[in-house]
């Protein structure tokens, strides 16, 4: 998915008005299979759709995450 560097940072500075991973999972969102790449390349999980949207609101992801 491709989008312009105007929209991801209004996703990023309105994160309350954006469910940004409910609106891409087409699929189970309780299925466990997104995935973090960390700053020092651990990875971490599987996550559901709603824990990452979850980690999302709570600021754990920044615009230079990683994910799967």
């Given at each position: 998915m491709?989008?312009?560097?105007?929209?991801?940072?209004?996703?990023f500075d309105k994160r309350e008005n954006?469910?940004?991973f409910?609106?891409?999972e087409?699929?189970?969102p309780t299925e466990k299979k997104?995935?973090?790449k960390n700053e020092d390349e651990t990875i971490e999980?599987?996550?559901?759709?709603?824990e990452m949207d979850k980690f999302f609101l709570e600021q754990k992801l920044q615009k230079k995450s990683k994910i799967k």
């Open positions: 491709k989008i312009d560097k105007v929209m991801f940072d209004e996703i954006h469910w940004i409910i609106e891409l087409k699929d189970n997104w995935y973090i999980g599987p996550f559901n759709t709603f």
